[in-house]
């Protein structure tokens, strides 16, 4: 006879969840641990703050949030160059991503001292395009930091500009002068083959005058 008692149900119950079938089930898909480069192994950071960023979009002539995240500086151990990047916290999706050069800067935005604004050449979406961003931060310090270690980085990078400068332009001379001396080695050979050419003229003349002479004598 069955019972209607709710304690002696409740006991079959848990008394049938803790039966061990011994049962073992495998798994369907067998996952491998996948190593992910982010392309920032050969990069160190010189600032990561937390920030707000926007990007100004011309056609709609309004300001466009790109994410929350993390901003950072990224100083390339090999060439010393220096580049922003920020990723969005939960997705880590790129939200800007540009080399910091000598012609760039920062400045306050007009009546927020938590934030400032700045060109750059970005490449955040896969392709180069102008940009005109606007960043927020959760403090006037932050953004102090941000605008200070930003001027930093662009005038260090002047003189790796100007080395590269004179680097191509010795490049540049090194081949100019490269090809004057070619030049001059085709000159000198031509100058030999006229030479030459006269010379080989002049012997068959001396051939011809005897010829002449013989036949004359006849």
Known sequence: MAS???DHKE?????AEEEDTGAQ??????????AVSTGEEDEDAILDLKAKLYRFDKDGNQWK???AGSVRFLKHKRTEKVRLVMRQSKTLK???NHLV???MSVQEHAGNDKSCVWHAADFADGELKDELFCIRFASVENCKKFMETFQEVAESQKGKEENKDATNAAGLLEKLSVEDKKDEEKKEEEKVEVKEVKEDAAEKV???KPADSEKKEE
């Open 94 to 96: 790129i939200c800007a």
């Open 65 to 67: 949030e790109r994410g």
């Open 4 to 6: 209607n008692d709710p």
């Open 206 to 208: 001396d051939e011809v």
């Open 101 to 103: 050069i000598p012609t």
């Open 25 to 34: 089930v495998a798994p369907i898909i067998k996952l491998e641990e996948v």
């Open 11 to 15: 006991e079959e119950t848990t008394a």
